[in-house]
Structures are given as structure tokens and as C-alpha cells.
């Protein structure tokens, strides 16, 4: 099959060597400036050009068609004369030559038309590589019309996580999966558990620290019992027990139930070898012995004596570490520890060497203190020469790398004024804090710091 010449738009220069002879050289000379535009036809393939004189429209008698069949250095075309019917010019330096559209052209694209169209198969058995019957069968259009719209060949896809899968086989639940949360209440039946081993067992677990739910026999016997706890009593086998240790002891003939009224302390009364009324109520909770070690709660002591020394987690002994609530007894040797320390307190004073701006949020100069608070109330003061390109600029405090809302000082003048900023920061916890001293603009503004005039911060502890 054969292509059509090369083309390219808006083609043209002027001849700066002529042919020799004029009418029948065979190479010309394009200026040096176009050179680069033109075609190369050892790569594009040879092409037609129109040579004509200056200064008039190409015609039948005064233009001829030539064309390029080779392209060398410094703009030199070498050229095959009077073509497509044209006849040889005598040409010469100065005239036009450029790429027109000529009859070519539309023979080419019509001869192209023709190999194309020639090539196109008028049935299925045409096709070039031999094989016939391309047509679709009547099964195969069956097929074909049972095709919804938009259908895609689908492959099934593998499946991750708690339920998994390999293409269109059978799904696998993943080892611990099945959560509590994912089993709806009331769907664990009885039924569903485990089976009890056998009769006289409850379920519970004997073994230390949490775990699995254990089977625990059912003691009937209690006599028999021994010291551990991995049974549970039935009700009969504790009635029994407890009838043969409650049945009164040789040495008791009696119980006096005169005047023994309920929640009264029994006691025995050796005289008379009976059980009779204390006139006690009893307490509630654990009676306090004289030598036992016991812990009294919301018990009131009406002038106690407290010799040697006292402990527990109401004496406090450290009183840096104390709320503000009234829940603790502080030793003697942390109130003088605490009064020894004193109030916590820090100050910084300072001066820039060259005026600092910002037209977002910064520090003044280095200015900040650090300090070791018992907790409570901190008192903290800012100054510092500030100044605005216009609006507002503010003086503000950072306490722990976070800006403190609320505590600004503000100046309107775009001359220097020494503004401070006072806060007191409330319920501060106790411990090391570490507060820098910082100016902002009005958005859209600029705010200033002075040079070799002093900015500062002073903090102290309330």
C-alpha cells in the first residue's frame, strides 16, 4: 500500500541559490531560516513544491512543480523538474517556493480510498488467514441473546477476615471469630453448652484467678469434708451439720429467755449454767476486740489517746501533692517541709537588639520562666514595647505549650507602648510549668516588638 506524500502547514520560502542551468538544474537553495522546516525526504518521503515568481500568484505559465527527493546541509533540496504536468521555469534567486495543495494530493487520497475499500472483506469466509464459517451459528447467537445488558464475565472472589473463602468454594469461619457480640442474646441454649460430666455436679471453677467454667462436686456429707473449697454443700448436707453443732453442750442446762429481746448480745451465765440477755444491743458489723487488730469505720472517738506513732493513707506527707478538699491529716514533718519551701515564684526581664515583627503568633524575643508549683492559684504578669501596622496587635501567655484564652493585653497605636498583660491561672496542678510570653496581629495587620527597651514576666504562686 502506498502513502501520501508529506505535508506541512504554511510551508514556504524564497530561493537563495537557483538551479544551473535555471530550466533544468537539479538543486536549490532554501533560505537558511526555513531550512529546518522543510521535509527530509530520506525519512518523510519525497513531496511536491510550487516554484514561482515574486510577487504574483502561481499559474499555469509562470509556476512550476518540482519535487524534493533529497535534503543536505545548509538548506540545499535536490529537485525533479516540471512536474504534474508543469513545464521547467528558467527559476532564480528570490522566488517563491512553498508546499501548496496540488492534484497529487487528491489522487494519492483517492487511490488510498480505493486499496482500502478493495481490502475490506464482503463476507466472513474473505478473511485472510484462510478459515471459513466466521458467521455465528444459531446456538452461539442463542447463547448470545441470553446476555443481559451490562453482564461481565464474573469470577467469584476469594474472602479475608472472620469468614474465608477460595473462589466459589465452601467458607471457613476463622479460630475465635465468633465474639459475644456477634451471638444475639438469647440464642445460647442450654442445649448448646457443654454436657455435665454426671449427676451431683454444679458448674463454677475451683482453680485460681479467672478462667474457664469448672465442674464442682456436690458434698452431701459434711463431717467428711476437708479444709478446701472445691465443693458446695447441698442444702440437707448443711441443715444436718448444723443441727449436731448447734445442740446445746453438756455444761448449758438452760436458756433464760426472760427479757431476751431480738439483736440483743446472749451470754453465758456460769453460776447458773445457762444462756441469758447482756442487755446489749448488738453492733452491726464486727465486734472490736481489745488485742485484735481490726479497722474501725465511721467510728466517732470521744477523747481518744493516741501514743507511739500513727499511719495510713489519711496522714499525708506530702503536702505539694494536696487538694484543695479537707480529706487528709498532714504529718508534722510535711507541714514543715511545706512551710520551709515557701510559695513558688519565677521572673524574666530582657531586650531585643533589633525590632521584631509577625504577621501571625510569636514569642517576644526569649522571654519565658519555668516553675516547680505546689498546685492551687498562679499570679502571672506580662509587659512588653508593642506596637501596630494598624487594627489592633494583642500581648498574651502560653502555659505548657497551649495559648491561654482570655488573657491578652491590646494596643490600638502604631507608635511603641509598653502594654502588659495580668492573669491568674486557677486549679493549676502541681508540678514544673512552663509559661512564654507572646504577641499576635488583627488578621491582616502586622504587630511589632521594640528593640533595647524591656519586655519581661513575672509569676508567683498564690
Not at 280 to 287: A, I, M, R, S, Y
Not at 352 to 367: F, K, N, R
Request: proline share 3%; hydrophobic share 35%; charged share 15%.
Amino acid at each position: 500500500m502506498e502513502y501520501l506524500d508529506p505535508v506541512a502547514n504554511l510551508l514556504s520560502s524564497t530561493v537563495l541559490t537557483a538551479p544551473d542551468p535555471a530550466d533544468s538544474g537539479t538543486s536549490i537553495q532554501v533560505q537558511a531560516a526555513d531550512a529546518d522546516n522543510f521535509p527530509d525526504p530520506s525519512t518523510a518521503g519525497a513531496y511536491n513544491l510550487v516554484v514561482y515568481p515574486p510577487g504574483y500568484q502561481p499559474t499555469r505559465t509562470n509556476a512550476e512543480i518540482v519535487r524534493a527527493t533529497a535534503k543536505s546541509g545548509g538548506g540545499y533540496l535536490t529537485i525533479t523538474r516540471a512536474q504534474e504536468g508543469t513545464t521547467a521555469k528558467s527559476i532564480e534567486a528570490g522566488w517563491e517556493i512553498s508546499m501548496n495543495i496540488t492534484a497529487k494530493m487528491f489522487v494519492d487520497i483517492d487511490t488510498q480510498m480505493d486499496e482500502i475499500e478493495s481490502s475490506i472483506p464482503t463476507t466472513f469466509d474473505d478473511l485472510s488467514d484462510g478459515t471459513t464459517n466466521k458467521a455465528y451459528t444459531a446456538t452461539e447467537k442463542t447463547k448470545l441473546a441470553g446476555i443481559e445488558d451490562g453482564a461481565n464475565k464474573y469470577t467469584h472472589p476469594n474472602h479475608s477476615g472472620d469468614v474465608t473463602s477460595v473462589g466459589d468454594g465452601a467458607t471457613t469461619i476463622a479460630n475465635g471469630a465468633v465474639t459475644t457480640d456477634k451471638i444475639a442474646s438469647g440464642n445460647v441454649t442450654y442445649a448448646k453448652i457443654q454436657n455435665v460430666s454426671a449427676q451431683g455436679k454444679v458448674l463454677g471453677r475451683k482453680s485460681a484467678l479467672a478462667g474457664s467454667v469448672e465442674e464442682l462436686d456436690i458434698d452431701t456429707d459434711l463431717s467428711s469434708t476437708s479444709a478446701s473449697d472445691d465443693t458446695v454443700p447441698s442444702a440437707k448436707a448443711t441443715k444436718t451439720y448444723a443441727d449436731t453443732k448447734i445442740a446445746k453442750t453438756t455444761n448449758v442446762t438452760a436458756i433464760n429467755e426472760t427479757g431476751i429481746a431480738d439483736g440483743e448480745v446472749a451470754v453465758f451465765n456460769l453460776t447458773n449454767k445457762d444462756i441469758r440477755t447482756s442487755n446489749k444491743t448488738l453492733p452491726t458489723g464486727d465486734v472490736v476486740g481489745t488485742t485484735d487488730t481490726q479497722t474501725l469505720t465511721n467510728k466517732t472517738l470521744t477523747s481518744p489517746v493516741l501514743n507511739t506513732g500513727v499511719s495510713g493513707t489519711a496522714i499525708d506527707t506530702d503536702l505539694s501533692s494536696v487538694s484543695a478538699s479537707d480529706d487528709t491529716l498532714a504529718s508534722a514533718k510535711a507541714i514543715k517541709t511545706y512551710v520551709d519551701a515557701g510559695k513558688a515564684g519565677a521572673s524574666y526581664s530582657g531586650y531585643l537588639t533589633a525590632e521584631a515583627s509577625t504577621t501571625g503568633s510569636a514569642q517576644v524575643g526569649s522571654c519565658q520562666v519555668t516553675v516547680t508549683t505546689k498546685g492551687g492559684n498562679l499570679l502571672i504578669i506580662g509587659f512588653a514595647p508593642l506596637k501596630t501596622s494598624g487594627a489592633s496587635s494583642f500581648l498574651g501567655l502560653e502555659l505548657d505549650g497551649s495559648d491561654i484564652s482570655g488573657a491578652a493585653g491590646i494596643t490600638n497605636l502604631t507608635t511603641y507602648t509598653v502594654t502588659p498583660v495580668v492573669y491568674v491561672k486557677t486549679s493549676l496542678s502541681a508540678g514544673s510549668h512552663t509559661i512564654k510570653l507572646k504577641y499576635w496581629p488583627q488578621s491582616g495587620y502586622t504587630a511589632y516588638i521594640a528593640s533595647y527597651i524591656g519586655h519581661g514576666l513575672i509569676v508567683a504562686e498564690l
